[in-house]
């Protein structure tokens, strides 16, 4: 019913800049929070920024002062703009949506398939 499909992730030397783009298409009433998580080799992903639907904006501590999340409501899409990478953002970065579908009452949870973001020292 619903699809978030991600894009702009690649390989950035250390200090450079990547930005994130996550559109969501289907059968779509409303988007609540979105947000991007992240996954590094061997560890558990975690959570890297949401943004609610009236622009409320929450971040990682390790994104605080170089990714910032955006979003457009008409266009159903979140940004992440990632500055000043380091090596140690390598991982894989995944969309997420809480979507109220035609017909539906409650919020349910979709993610996006992830891209890669590699970042080189």
């Known amino acids: 019913q619903v699809e978030l499909v991600e894009s702009g992730g690649g390989l950035v030397q250390a200090g450079g800049s990547l930005r994130l783009s996550c559109a969501a298409s289907g059968s779509i009433l409303s988007i609540n929070v979105m947000g991007w998580y992240r996954q590094a080799p061997g560890k558990q992903r975690e959570m890297v920024a949401i943004i609610s639907s009236g622009g409320s904006t929450n971040y990682a501590d390790s994104a605080k002062g170089r990714f910032t999340i955006s979003r457009d409501n008409f266009k159903n899409t979140v940004y992440l703009q990632m500055n000043s990478l380091k090596p140690e953002d390598t991982a894989v970065y995944f969309c997420?949506?809480?979507?109220?579908?035609?017909?539906?009452?409650?919020?349910?949870?979709?993610w996006g398939q992830g891209t890669q973001v590699t970042v080189s020292s």
């Open positions: 997420r949506a809480d979507v109220i579908v035609f017909g539906g009452v409650s919020p349910g949870h979709y």
